[in-house]
Nanobody, 125 residues
């Protein structure tokens, strides 16, 4: 599967953005999906993940209550709605996919098989 992330940009603190990740292929609904981010000089970190059906979602503590992950399997797209953004949310955001069954620890980047190219989110103070 090929992934294309979009929706990043410059936003003021307290604002919102919605990231999208479009997937190619006809088997998108078979993949679990995740969002990670990497800030300058820092390691890539988990943000959120969603099961193949969308029935289960998982969030990093930093994202809980502010971000919402969702997916539309008919459109082969996963979303990350980000509200009440903070300057520390500034990073390149990556979407990732994993095909189960396999070991899938949602927060572990090595457990994902495919990655998008990333989209930059900059939050100004």
């Amino acid at each position: 599967v090929q992934l294309q992330a979009s929706g990043g940009g410059l936003v003021q603190a307290g604002g919102s953005l919605r990231l999208s990740c479009a997937a190619s292929g006809r088997t998108f609904s078979s993949y679990v999906m995740g969002w990670f981010r990497q800030a300058p000089g820092k390691e890539r970190e988990f943000v959120a993940a969603i099961s193949s059906s969308g029935g289960s979602t998982y969030y990093a503590d930093s994202a809980k209550g502010r971000f919402t992950i969702s997916r539309d399997n008919a459109k082969n797209t996963v979303y990350l709605q980000m509200n009440r953004l903070k300057p520390e949310d500034t990073a390149v955001y990556y979407c990732a996919a994993a095909l189960l069954p396999k070991l899938w620890r949602q927060w572990v980047s090595q457990d994902y098989d495919y990655w998008g190219q990333g989209t930059l989110v900059t939050v100004s103070s």
